[in-house]
């Protein structure tokens, strides 16, 4: 599907063609965006920070073009970043108040690669506090909300993110993902996101306040693009992967292919589940993953309705808890860590999840080391599994978007009420735990009219192959729709 291109959903590679062949300009596609954001953002509160400078660049953009140069791949192309990352000039301030009037006077890496491809930064977008949330509610700038329904979550803690490309306010979205920070909002807010291979994008310039130790979190977080297509994200990945200098851990991979034909769909063998054990989902969700596996089917693939051995919802969440808890410790004051522990179980209730992330504020090192040597083993299980098929399919999350709600308050999934932890996170954490790629492709509605996607995981280090598969299950699937009204 093609956009117009002055609709505000044409996608970012539809722009950058525009305006490297004379077809739109810089200045009038930061226009368009400029003005739907005056006239949309303020409902959904989705940009929070503008940047004053965007229309500047945006004119030197045009004028580069007359003189024949070209700044990359995204030449004039507007895009977001999510408010905890590093931009020159802009608040950083990752929802916490007293980073308020933090400004950033220098780039991260996924900011200084997106601008040497030539894009121009419109703004910052929303986040919970500290990006410890499956909801979008900042202290500093207040709630953000659903396209689909106002009344509904975007998700996050990408969730501002997710709301503007939804609502066509940008063309692409820069994020993170420690635990479907890209994947829960994308799926809330039915457009695409990539968790890249841990450690495939330096996350330098990724939550870097004042007073916080340096490199504090160093597992399960990974830093990618959410999008209105495969191919943007793809696009956006061969950008913004590969070594930095600043973040040893990012090793020489070969590059992600900038185009990619993807497999014949009688190609593709896909395992899948509806449901796990320890990770109740909606009866609606059960039905779009039916759904999805059968018009899979129908087109070719080749499915197969399968878990890997010994995979546990309930041991890696807690896995996930104790190494999380263990980083996060290390950098939060001593008071503070033990009102963790023994007073507020994070307002997230008593699960598997917060008695690992107890576990790990106690900052006993053992405990460390052997939550480390059982990813191991989880991670070579599923690779293991891995190496059968080209996808396994499953859930992003247990439930479409729902209503605000007080975070850590149980959700009631099928008349049970199920701990939040759960009922958000259950089907996303635990890659971030095993560092795998996943990628989330929009595949329909609920009968009440909200998006629902699929994830699809991949072997580690294959992001190119994954993304070729989501591109084909995506034109199986269906593009990106439209939320009403916008």
């Given at each position: 599907?093609?956009?117009?291109?002055?609709?505000?959903?044409?996608?970012?590679?539809?722009?950058?063609?525009?305006?490297?062949?004379?077809?739109?300009?810089?200045?009038?596609?930061?226009?368009?965006?400029?003005?739907?954001?005056?006239?949309?953002?303020?409902?959904?509160?989705?940009?929070?920070?503008?940047?004053?400078?965007?229309?500047?660049?945006?004119?030197?953009?045009?004028?580069?073009?007359?003189?024949?140069?070209?700044?990359?791949?995204?030449?004039?192309?507007?895009?977001t970043?999510?408010?905890?990352?590093?931009?020159?000039?802009?608040?950083?301030?990752a929802?916490?108040?007293?980073?308020?009037?933090?400004?950033?006077?220098?780039?991260?890496?996924?900011?200084?690669?997106?601008l040497?491809?030539?894009?121009?930064?419109?703004?910052k977008?929303?986040?919970?506090?500290?990006?410890?949330?499956?909801?979008?509610?900042?202290?500093?700038?207040?709630?953000?909300n659903?396209?689909?329904?106002?009344?509904?979550?975007?998700?996050?803690?990408?969730?501002?993110?997710?709301?503007?490309?939804?609502?066509?306010?940008?063309?692409?979205?820069?994020?993170?993902?420690?635990?479907?920070?890209?994947?829960?909002?994308?799926?809330?807010?039915?457009?695409?996101?990539?968790?890249?291979?841990?450690?495939r994008?330096?996350?330098?310039?990724?939550?870097?306040?004042?007073?916080?130790?340096?490199?504090?979190?160093?597992?399960?977080?990974?830093?990618?693009?959410?999008?209105?297509?495969?191919?943007?994200?793809?696009?956006?990945?061969?950008?913004l992967?590969?070594?930095?200098?600043?973040?040893?851990?990012?090793?020489?991979?070969p590059?992600?292919?900038?185009?990619?034909?993807?497999?014949?769909?009688?190609?593709?063998?896909?395992?899948?589940?509806?449901?796990?054990?320890?990770?109740?989902?909606?009866?609606?969700?059960?039905?779009?993953?039916?759904?999805?596996?059968?018009?899979?089917?129908?087109?070719?693939?080749?499915?197969?309705?399968?878990?890997?051995?010994d995979?546990?919802?309930?041991d890696?969440?807690?896995?996930?808890?104790?190494?999380?808890?263990?980083?996060?410790?290390?950098?939060?004051?001593?008071?503070?860590?033990?009102?963790?522990r023994?007073?507020?179980?994070?307002?997230?209730?008593?699960?598997?999840?917060?008695?690992g992330?107890?576990?790990?504020?106690?900052?006993?090192?053992?405990?460390?080391?052997?939550?480390?040597?059982?990813?191991?083993?989880?991670?070579?299980?599923?690779?293991?599994?891995?190496?059968?098929f080209?996808?396994w399919?499953?859930?992003?999350?247990?439930?479409?978007?729902?209503?605000?709600?007080?975070?850590?308050?149980?959700?009631?999934?099928?008349?049970?009420?199920?701990?939040?932890t759960?009922?958000?996170?259950?089907?996303?954490?635990?890659?971030?735990?095993?560092?795998?790629?996943?990628?989330?492709?929009?595949?329909?509605?609920?009968?009440?009219?909200?998006?629902?996607?699929?994830?699809?995981?991949?072997?580690?280090?294959?992001?190119?192959?994954?993304?070729?598969?989501?591109?084909?299950?995506?034109?199986?699937?269906?593009?990106?729709?439209?939320?009403?009204?916008?």
């Amino acid at each position: 599907m093609t956009a117009d291109l002055r609709s505000g959903f044409a996608t970012a590679g539809e722009l950058a063609a525009a305006i490297r062949e004379r077809r739109l300009s810089a200045v009038e596609a930061h226009d368009l965006y400029a003005a739907r954001i005056d006239r949309l953002n303020p409902p959904l509160n989705a940009i929070v920070i503008p940047n004053p400078q965007a229309r500047d660049r945006a004119i030197a953009a045009d004028e580069a073009l007359a003189r024949g140069e070209s700044w990359g791949p995204l030449h004039g192309v507007p895009v977001t970043i999510k408010d905890i990352f590093d931009v020159r000039g802009l608040r950083n301030t990752a929802g916490y108040a007293p980073a308020r009037d933090n400004v950033s006077t220098s780039n991260a890496t996924v900011v200084q690669r997106i601008l040497d491809a030539g894009a121009v930064i419109l703004g910052k977008t929303n986040v919970p506090l500290l990006c410890y949330d499956w909801q979008c509610v900042s202290p500093i700038f207040g709630r953000t909300n659903n396209p689909w329904n106002l009344d509904r979550t975007p998700g996050g803690s990408t969730g501002g993110g997710a709301a503007a490309l939804a609502a066509g306010l940008t063309p692409l979205e820069i994020g993170s993902d420690a635990a479907g920070s890209i994947r829960i909002p994308a799926h809330f807010c039915g457009v695409f996101g990539l968790k890249p291979t841990e450690h495939r994008v330096s996350g330098a310039g990724h939550g870097e306040l004042p007073g916080a130790p340096p490199r504090g979190l160093r597992h399960m977080v990974s830093f990618g693009p959410l999008a209105r297509n495969v191919a943007d994200l793809r696009l956006a990945l061969t950008l913004l992967e590969g070594p930095d200098g600043r973040h040893s851990e990012v090793p020489p991979m070969p590059p992600t292919a900038p185009t990619r034909e993807p497999p014949a769909a009688t190609e593709l063998r896909i395992a899948w589940v509806d449901a796990l054990p320890h990770g109740p989902v909606s009866s609606e969700t059960a039905t779009a993953m039916r759904a999805a596996a059968a018009s899979l089917e129908i087109a070719g693939c080749s499915l197969e309705r399968v878990a890997p051995a010994d995979f546990d919802l309930h041991d890696a969440l807690e896995l996930w808890g104790e190494i999380n808890g263990f980083e996060m410790g290390v950098m939060t004051p001593a008071p503070i860590r033990l009102l963790l522990r023994h007073g507020t179980y994070f307002g997230l209730g008593r699960t598997r999840w917060t008695r690992g992330l107890r576990g790990g504020l106690a900052l006993d090192p053992r405990r460390f080391v052997r939550a480390l040597a059982a990813r191991d083993e989880m991670i070579a299980g599923l690779e293991q599994f891995l190496a059968r098929f080209d996808a396994w399919m499953l859930p992003v999350s247990p439930t479409a978007a729902f209503p605000h709600m007080r975070s850590g308050k149980p959700l009631v999934i099928n008349g049970v009420k199920v701990a939040y932890t759960t009922a958000v996170g259950a089907y996303s954490a635990p890659f971030n735990l095993t560092g795998n790629p996943a990628v989330v492709v929009p595949a329909g509605q609920t009968p009440d009219g909200m998006p629902v996607g699929v994830q699809l995981v991949g072997r580690r280090w294959d992001d190119d192959a994954l993304l070729a598969v989501a591109d084909r299950v995506s034109q199986i699937l269906g593009p990106f729709q439209v939320p009403p009204g916008y």
